[in-house]
């Protein structure tokens, strides 16, 4: 779609024509100031076709984890230039464990842990249904001043996106509203998955627009206090948007956010680049193997007289001499 006149946005602090050519693998900070309202939009398009074509994930298995990329993206992109974020399930679901690292600025990476025949038993196509119950664990590690933050919430037979919600309104106590989406579209060389989500936070400057909720019941006379108008507002407008305008390579994001926002006046940020990448090494692994004993070691030969390792992000597979450790 071209540009109108009237197509406007504000861009650091200065007005120009919104940007209809679509990014992919970019995280974009916005804000709507006139709500006191802070999001994240972020799209993803070869980042997390790589991950999630590493291993022969099951289709279902593939949009779960395509969603925990997006929300690690929208959550750790929170880390300026250091720092690193994981996004980590563990419940009794089909779908048992799903790991997603983002190191700052802009690294992804991540694998997911599935019983094949389980799965198999499971009709309900719905991502939620794969996980079961168990936990949800958000964890932030700062390089600058070596902290380390955890926040754990349960998985219920609910969304990532609806346990995101929850670890918002338990933990941070932010009006918080979140969005993923996956899917796969064709392109001249083949398949090709695309996973997208929206991160939309109410964050008055003074905490003038939030009201205390009664200290007991709810106040006499009614019910429990409406929710600030602002933020009804908001979460009406980030509503509206549909999956495949998460995952369309051929809208950009600075027109989905016009098309959402345009009423109350959005500004964007600068875009932060995202890209697949992992931690494994030879010298890593190698570290690894020296710490385990003579013992250890010779039970992890194999009917080559070799160690074989194969990292669980990428799949890259590497062999190794055990006598190259005595």
Request: net charge negative; glycine share 8%.
């Amino acid at each position: 779609m071209v540009p109108r006149a009237g197509d406007r946005l504000m861009v650091e602090a200065r007005s120009r024509l919104v940007s209809s050519e679509a990014k992919d693998d970019r995280v974009t900070p916005f804000a709507v100031e006139a709500l006191d309202l802070r999001g994240r939009l972020v799209r993803l398009g070869p980042t997390v076709d790589a991950v999630l074509k590493h291993y022969d994930y099951p289709p279902r298995v593939a949009r779960l984890l395509g969603e925990a990329m997006a929300l690690a993206a929208l959550l750790g992109s929170i880390l300026e230039s250091h720092g690193r974020f994981q996004l980590q399930t563990r419940s009794d679901g089909s779908v048992d464990m799903l790991v997603v690292d983002y190191d700052a600025p802009g690294k992804l990476r991540g694998f997911a842990r599935f019983d094949a025949a389980r799965l198999a038993e499971i009709s309900d196509p719905e991502p939620a249904a794969l996980l079961g119950r168990g936990h949800l664990a958000l964890t932030i590690e700062r390089e600058e001043d070596a902290a380390r933050y955890q926040g754990v919430v349960p998985l219920e037979g609910e969304s990532l996106a609806e346990a995101a919600h929850a670890y918002f309104r338990q933990s941070e106590q932010i009006p918080s509203f979140v969005r993923l989406a996956v899917g796969e579209v064709v392109t001249p060389g083949g398949r090709a998955w695309r996973a997208g989500g929206l991160l939309l936070q109410h964050l008055p400057v003074a905490g003038s627009r939030l009201r205390d909720l009664d200290p007991g019941d709810a106040p006499d006379g009614g019910g429990a206090q409406e929710e600030d108008d602002a933020w009804t507002e908001g979460q009406a407008l980030a509503a509206t948007i549909e999956d495949h305008e998460l995952v369309d390579p051929s809208l950009s994001g600075e027109r989905l956010l016009f098309r959402l926002f345009h009423e109350r006046g959005v500004k964007v940020f600068n875009e932060r680049p995202v890209e697949e990448f992992c931690r494994c090494s030879t010298e890593r692994i190698e570290r690894l193997l020296k710490s385990f004993t003579p013992q250890e070691r010779a039970d992890m030969v194999g009917d080559d007289g070799r160690i074989g390792v194969t990292c669980e992000f990428c799949a890259t597979f590497r062999s190794f001499d055990p006598a190259a450790f005595d």
